[in-house]
């Protein structure tokens, strides 16, 4: 019987080897111009938690970030083989174009003027926005802003939205999401405009903050990559579906979202987008 099991065990472990040569061989082939850089070149955000931001040993980490080192794990056998650039929600795509990286994960959302300049992947989650103000702040709801001063961060799915929503609306645009929050907190602004995923964390660890509620600017985010890439756009594609189909987005977001806040970071990645203004 002990033989017998023996047998099973390692005809389950050929079995798992088997099927993972088999994912492995379905990934299209990394393009030439990648592969010669012998590691992976990845813009991420630094203060954008749980995407991507500093922990507390000073390294890289976050959601977006665990899928880059798996992208470089697929490419070259090894998640230590990459390069990861913090960028900013300005910087961002010129670090692209400028080639000093390959790829942006790094909170991006789909616009159309975005694509003007950049090609975008398949999606892989989509994202809402949402206010942030302090506990006591008459601000209940979008169009409670309209006289008030919105702080929010330059080149952001948020500063288009109320450019178009919200012409001429006093606003305070800032490059980084600390300088920001800063700028709330020293009541430099009345509101603070941005990913929703990114204030519910704000908000959980600080009991004066709360959010409006009202969601807005909902979009699409995916892997921005320069224009005319085709062979590099069918990897990424196939790395995000495989990531998908091996649950690794769960994985991720049980280790470095809190379980009392991670509903809405699920259904982002899970559900259909909802309708929003």
């Not at 472990?13 to 082939?29: D, E, K, T, V, Y």
């Not at 500093?54 to 083989?81: I, L, P």
Request: aromatic share 8%; hydrophobic share 45%.
């Amino acid at each position: 019987m002990r033989i017998f099991r023996r047998g099973l065990a390692a005809g389950a472990l050929l079995l798992g080897l088997a099927a993972g040569q088999a994912l492995a061989q379905q990934m299209p082939p990394l393009p030439q111009s990648i592969r010669e850089h012998g590691q992976l070149r990845a813009g991420v955000r630094c203060d954008q938690p749980p995407y991507g931001f500093r922990g507390a040993d000073g390294g890289f980490a976050g959601v977006e970030v665990e899928m880059a080192r798996q992208m470089a794990a697929w490419a070259f056998g090894s998640a230590d083989r990459i390069d990861l650039q913090c960028v900013t929600a300005d910087n961002r795509i010129p670090q692209l174009n400028a080639r000093r990286v390959d790829l942006l994960i790094a909170t991006l959302g789909v616009t159309p003027e975005r694509a003007r300049v950049i090609d975008f992947s398949d999606a892989y989650r989509w994202g809402g926005s949402d206010l942030l103000v302090r506990r006591d702040s008459p601000i209940r709801s979008l169009d409670d802003v309209r006289n008030r001063t919105v702080i929010m961060l330059r080149g952001t799915t948020q500063a288009l939205w109320f450019d178009a929503n919200m012409p001429g609306l006093n606003s305070l645009r800032l490059n980084t999401a600390s300088d920001a929050l800063q700028a709330l907190l020293q009541g430099r602004g009345e509101a603070y405009a941005h990913d929703a995923a990114t204030l519910i964390v704000i908000a959980a660890r600080d009991p004066n903050l709360r959010l409006v509620g009202e969601p807005f600017a909902v979009s699409d985010a995916a892997v921005g990559l320069r224009k005319n890439e085709p062979e590099w756009m069918a990897w990424i594609n196939a790395a995000l579906a495989r990531m998908k189909r091996e649950n690794l987005y769960t994985t991720w977001l049980e280790r470095w979202v809190p379980a009392e806040i991670r509903a809405p970071y699920t259904a982002a990645f899970n559900e259909p987008r909802p309708n929003a203004r």
